[in-house]
């Protein structure tokens, strides 16, 4: 029963400072990964320059850089990096954003779990996942489970009291400190890179979980440096994780969830009854329309840039 070869997925976009930060983090790992592969995408503050000096610092493991020529959105940075991961030698592929900060002994702890388990129980593994934390303390919602009835499906987050233990499963899984076996990726497909972002790790648990277990091992900690989801905030990113989030139902389950589903929340939150800001209603009845059409990539209108108030 071997180690996991393991090997790093960072994907960054204008967020320099951060980038470093989460470089150094991987730099001091005490388990070492194969490579580092960083999916630049794009970025337009400098990124590149840091990631040319990287590169020249000598290191015990690869190094590789990917510069897409336009911004993919995390959904796309992750898709190239999984596609490239697929040709380097390391049998597990862990992927990040740039403001994901493993502490020291993450991927150890990911190891020695792997390590502590029967060869046959080592097979039934798809993903092994860190425990995410956000100002020191556990963001369960990185970590979900499904529950399903007739006529819905519920995604809700894990228990603080799951991470107690030394192991838990899970349905459904952000990408921070996600740690995916190469051969279940290759099964699964990789991510969806037409959700632009928002909902493609969610996405690709769905189908990543029919290939094997999905496992927390809480020991192994990412801290998350995020802000907290304001669901009143009128932006941009609202449109895609609502309509991601409509896609995916319509994808993985009966047709009759993904009715129910959009006509009770498109009433809370898009119709003229919702409590919503204005321009918040307008951003989702647009996220509602083209999931009703099945529309992917990028909306004409609601991209990285824009603002509430700007003319359309």
Same mark, same amino acid.
């Given at each position: 029963m071997g180690s996991m070869k393991t090997g790093i997925v960072l994907v960054t $976009?204008? @967020? @320099?400072? /951060? *980038? %470093? /930060?989460? *470089?150094?983090? $991987?730099?001091k790992q005490l388990f070492r990964p194969s =490579?580092? +592969? %960083? %999916?630049n995408n794009c970025s337009t503050d400098g990124t590149e320059k840091v990631l040319e000096e990287w590169r020249k610092k000598p290191a015990d493991y690869l190094k590789e850089v990917i510069t897409l020529k336009k911004n993919t959105g995390g959904a796309g940075g992750? $898709?190239?990096?999984?596609?490239?991961a697929l040709e380097l030698e390391a049998d597990w592929i862990w992927v990040a954003d740039d403001d994901a900060y493993p502490r020291t002994d993450a991927l150890m702890k990911l190891n020695d779990y792997y390590e502590s388990l029967s060869s046959e129980k080592q097979k039934e593994i798809a993903v092994l996942c860190s425990a995410v934390y956000n100002e020191g303390r556990i963001h369960a919602g990185h970590r979900n489970h499904l529950k399903m009835t007739k006529f819905k499906c519920v995604i809700y987050t894990s228990a603080v009291e799951e991470y107690k233990k030394k192991a838990f499963q899970l349905d459904v899984m952000s990408y921070v400190g996600a740690c995916m076996r190469k051969n279940a990726l290759v099964n699964a497909g990789l991510d969806e /890179?037409? =959700?632009?972002? =928002?909902?493609?790790? @969610?996405?690709?648990? +769905? @189908? *990543?979980?029919k290939e094997g277990r999905i496992i927390c091992v809480p020991e192994s900690i990412v801290d998350h440096d995020s802000p907290p989801f304001d669901p009143s905030a009128v932006s941009w990113g609202k449109y895609y994780l609502k309509r991601n989030d409509l896609l995916m139902i319509r994808k993985h389950f009966p047709v009759r969830y993904f009715v129910l589903r959009y006509i009770r929340r498109y009433f809370y939150d898009a119709s003229v009854f919702s409590k919503s800001p204005k321009e918040l209603r307008k951003i989702l009845r647009a996220a509602y329309w083209d999931a009703l059409w099945n529309r992917k990539g990028m909306h004409d209108i609601y991209r990285p840039g824009w603002k509430a108030g700007s003319r359309e």
């Open positions: $976009y204008n @967020r @320099r400072e /951060k *980038l %470093v /930060k989460a *470089l150094d983090c $991987y730099e =490579y580092i +592969l %960083v %999916v992750f $898709y190239t990096g999984m596609e490239r /890179k037409d =959700y632009f972002i =928002y909902c493609d790790d @969610r996405e690709h648990s +769905l @189908r *990543l979980r």
